[in-house]
């Protein structure tokens, strides 16, 4: 089928929106119209090139939720009209890391989004016959997906679709990085450094997990008084005054620092908010080959640091939780949409996210 779809030619090139082809859903894949997708940090790593995710030419996108309009073979589960979320985590459930019970590493995936192609390796996307590539199986920069299924979830038809793409990977990657990942505790401290899509998750994460201090730190104080919206008790804004003693000067330290910008000098000063016996989770994606030079004291007060990858989320099991405590109240998505755009907003939408102005754009489609 013909369809427009947002391509990227290569990095640090604009989008621009052609008529594409997108061939049938095979073996275990869904055709699946995007109703949304959100702008995230991961897509902006592929267009500014600091993170080496797909080949070019491409069509990228990755948070995102839509309806499905056609079901390959082996897709138990889903039907044409399901509303679904599509992740970048799909699975093939025969790889040793998905036998070993880690699917969010399974390694056909990770061949797949390595060449641009789905889980046989080859791709659904072509202009005038030469192939283009999909974005971490998702590329939903387009009006129409070819999505494993293995990567999607059904949703309730009651939760907004808009709303339901930030779920997709801001949301389970904040929330997931406190729930999963640290597994915060009732009661405990809290600083997160970096309030963007995933940050501000990160924080309503742990209002979810009854932090009873949460401190949100950022440059700018829009993003601070969005924090404070979705349950930050205190911000620091880190340019005009120096985080670290802010926060030992709030309760003492932390018992959790989170990371969200994948950049050393925010890591070293996340690292220096630790109090004894607590962690610094690593969410922020650092640039191929990134190294950190980290104060080694703390470690002699068992504090630690653990990596996080898309917030050691559980699909069949977060999503649902996470479309309810959206539908009762609980997680706050609409303060999180600061606009809406189409295709053709995308290069200005990238020029704000670089800019760190606003909290998620989001891609829709009538
Ligand atoms: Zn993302
Ligand atoms: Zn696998």
Redesign the pocket.
């Known amino acids: 089928m013909k369809m427009k779809a947002a391509v990227l030619d290569g990095v640090g090139s604009k989008f621009e929106v052609r008529e594409v082809d997108l061939d049938k859903p095979k073996t275990g894949e869904l055709l699946v119209k995007v109703a949304a997708s959100g702008l995230c940090a991961s897509d902006l790593n592929a267009v500014d090139g600091k993170r080496k995710l797909v080949p070019f030419p491409a069509v990228i996108g990755h948070e995102a939720a839509g309806v499905v309009v056609e079901v390959g073979a082996d897709t138990a589960g889903f039907t044409v009209g399901d509303h679904v979320i599509m992740s970048i985590v799909p699975?093939?459930?025969?790889?040793?890391?998905?036998?070993s019970g880690r699917?969010n590493?399974?390694?056909?995936?990770g061949n797949a989004m390595s060449v641009g192609g789905l889980f046989d390796g080859t791709s659904r996307l072509s202009q005038n016959g030469e192939k283009l590539n999909h974005f971490l199986t998702v590329a939903s920069f387009a009006e129409y997906v070819v999505v494993p299924a293995s990567g999607a979830v059904v949703i309730p038809k009651e939760m907004p679709l808009d709303r339901a793409a930030l779920i997709s990977c801001a949301v389970l990657t904040g929330y997931g990085a406190v729930m999963n990942t640290a597994k915060v505790k009732a009661g405990s401290r809290v600083a997160v450094f970096g309030c963007g899509g995933v940050g501000l998750n990160i924080v309503q994460g742990a209002r979810m997990a009854g932090a009873t201090t949460i401190i949100a730190v950022d440059v700018t104080d829009e993003k601070l008084e969005l924090a404070r919206t979705v349950g930050a008790t205190h911000t620091i804004n880190a340019s005009t005054s120096d985080p670290v003693a802010e926060v030992k000067k709030i309760y003492g330290g932390v018992d959790y620092a989170f990371e969200a910008l994948g950049r050393e000098s925010t890591i070293q000063q996340a690292w220096g908010t630790v109090d004894v016996d607590g962690g610094l989770i690593l969410v922020g994606l650092l640039k191929n080959g990134a190294t950190l030079t980290l104060d080694a004291g703390p470690f002699v007060n068992e504090q630690y640091i653990k990596g996080c990858y898309f917030g050691s989320a559980n699909l069949k099991k977060d999503v649902p939780e996470l479309v309810k405590s959206y539908l009762n109240g609980h997680l706050f998505l609409d303060e999180l949409i600061s606009e809406r755009i189409g295709l053709e907003g995308l290069n200005l939408a990238f020029d704000r996210l670089r800019a760190g102005e606003g909290a998620r754009n989001v891609l829709v489609f009538d």
């Open positions: 699975n093939c459930g025969t790889c040793d890391y998905c036998q699917p590493y399974c390694s056909t995936a």
